[in-house]
């Protein structure tokens, strides 16, 4: 511990071991619904190529050379976890593992079932090995044209132009997700 001017160095905290994943899935075919099965197959393997025992010491074991927490991209899932087949796979991946998923996903909440009033959101995603969504995070800086229509009610005349573009909402940011000792 040391302390300079009365300000103290926070104690180190434990590490974890982080496994980054990238697909390279071309936008062209991500979001198209006949690619889902491929797309999530392409990051699942990329995963269990993270989980295969890696050279270790002596006094290492297979828990300590494998992620306790991976991340795939924004988007990487392309479609509503909760309501998409895909997402068994995914749970199988971590159930048994004590490791966690931060994927990238679009999410909704029914706001008004009266009035069927839904927000979209560009989420971040954190599911835990128990197959459960630990946490969200919405993105609240979305991409113009691409992720909503700026002053949609004013440029009404676009909306044949943008017909494909994400209605999502911006999300705040209350609370960071938490797997052991980490935050995202």
Same mark, same amino acid.
């Given at each position: 511990?040391?302390?300079i ?5 926070a ?7 982080v496994?980054?994943?990238q ?6 075919? $991500?979001?198209s619904?006949?690619?889902?099965k %491929?797309?999530v ?5 990329? *995963? !269990?190529?993270?989980?295969k @025992?890696?050279?270790?010491? $002596? ?6 050379? %494998?992620?306790?927490l991976?991340?795939?991209?924004? *988007? !990487?899932?392309?479609?509503? @976890? ?6 068994g ?6 159930a ?6 931060? *994927?990238?996903a ?6 008004d ?12 995603l954190?599911?835990?090995p ?7 995070y ?8 691409g992720e ?13 132009l ?8 911006p999300?705040?940011i209350?609370?960071?997700l ?7």
């Amino acid at each position: 511990m040391v302390e300079i001017s009365g300000w103290v160095a926070a104690p180190a905290t434990a590490r974890i071991n982080v496994g980054v994943v990238q697909g390279n899935i071309d936008q062209s075919i $991500k979001w198209s619904p006949a690619e889902q099965k %491929s797309t999530v197959d392409a990051y699942l393997t990329l *995963t !269990a190529s993270l989980m295969k @025992p890696s050279i270790k010491t $002596k006094t290492e074991t297979e828990t300590e050379t %494998s992620p306790a927490l991976v991340v795939w991209p924004e *988007t !990487a899932l392309p479609f509503y @976890p909760l309501t998409n087949d895909h997402m068994g796979p995914l749970r199988k991946l971590v159930a048994g593992r004590e490791m966690a998923l931060l *994927t990238g996903a679009p999410w909704y909440e029914i706001i008004d079932r009266q009035n069927n009033k839904v927000q979209f959101y560009n989420s971040g995603l954190l599911l835990q090995p128990d197959g459960q969504f630990a946490g969200r995070y919405y993105k609240s800086h979305l991409v113009p044209f691409g992720e909503y229509v700026p002053l949609k009610k004013l440029l009404f005349f676009l909306a044949p132009l943008v017909e494909a573009v994400g209605d999502f909402s911006p999300g705040t940011i209350d609370r960071p997700l938490v797997w052991k000792e980490a935050k995202a």
